[in-house]
């Protein structure tokens, strides 16, 4: 790599030794992501997985794709780039757990103005961070140096995964029936949609996000880049023990569109607004931009990042088994109903 050097493409804005620097830099933490099937290490054309056919007897790929957003417009802000890496994951591993796969390989992909080798091993350290939590491996990735198409400051980040299930062990929402349990997952706050309102709302490209909030107990800033919730390895420990019926991540249309999204024709889900448990920064954002509660229910998760449908009668099971993998403050957000899409009351 020494000799690879181009003095006129580093006048043109790419510097390719900073790339190189990059990898060395973010070995480590794709290190931690290393688990049973990987073959090979990084600096190949393709990142080579060996598929595990005791663990998936009838293995049906499932893969998901997504990006950060305008939520990384907060990163460039408070100049702290080590925690967009994990929403890149979650927002890619929480789609493909709603059928009921494992995640099992990530691949990122960073395109720069300019490319710092530290900034970008540590939005890297984000990623694996995000890759442990979900059990899968960082195999692969890009990081593009694009002078003049991004300012020299800003970055946008997007990332690719493939999970398996097999094919008898697909959550199958067939069996849904009125009077089934829906449980919410409690996220962390935003997540990683809405941000274009969100940023117009508090007028961060004025106000700055260094506010204090008593509501919050910290500034509005590290409310608002809190790292999505990874609910992979509770998902996959609960339809271990539970029949799972359906399970909905809630993003970008929020309740009202990602619910139905794992129900069948026919059935809809009702939901109390008392039941949920509603995190300071909604109220924030719906007092400080006048929003509509319908508007809330319809671009946030409102304190919901996951909802999952259970038989009734397995509901206080399913609880208990969510406790014991990470989510304790798991609760029962609502029923299943006749009707279509969902019902607040």
Known sequence: MEKS??????????????????????????????????????????????????????????SGTDGVGTKLKIAFMMDKHDTVGIDCVAMCVNDVICCGAAPLIFLDYIACGKNVPEKIA??????????VQAGAALIGGETAEMPG????????LAGFTVGCVSKDQIFD???????????????????????????????????????????????????????TCIYVK?????????????????TGGGFYENIPRCMPKGLAAKIEKQAVRTLPIFPLIQQEGKIPERDMYNTF?????????????????????????????????????????????
């Open 5 to 62: 050097f181009s003095e006129s493409y580093k006048a043109a804005g790419v510097d390719i030794t900073a790339g190189y620097e990059a990898v060395q830099l973010m070995k480590e933490h794709v290190a931690r992501t290393m688990t049973q099937g990987v073959l090979g290490g990084l600096g190949g054309f393709g990142g080579l997985f060996e598929l595990d056919l005791e663990r998936f007897k009838k293995p049906v790929l499932v």
């Open 122 to 131: 540590s939005i890297v350290a984000g990623v694996a961070e995000g890759c």
């Open 149 to 156: 198409f991004y300012p020299e400051n800003e970055y946008d």
């Open 173 to 227: 929402n067939t069996a849904m029936r009125k009077g089934d349990a829906v449980i919410a997952l409690p996220s962390s706050g935003v997540h990683s949609n809405g941000f274009s309102l969100v940023r117009r709302v508090f007028d961060l490209e004025h106000k700055g996000l260094d506010r204090y909030s008593a509501e919050l107990g910290r500034t509005l800033g590290e409310a608002l880049l809190e790292p």
């Open 234 to 250: 509770p998902v996959l420990a609960l339809a271990q023990k539970v029949r799972v019926l359906g399970v909905s991540h809630i």
């Open 301 to 345: 998760n409102m304190g919901v990042g996951m909802c999952i449908i259970v038989p009734a009668d397995q509901a206080d099971q399913a609880l208990r088994v969510l406790a014991e993998n990470g989510q304790p403050n798991a609760y029962l957000l609502g029923e299943v109903c006749e009707g279509e899409g969902v019902v607040l009351c």
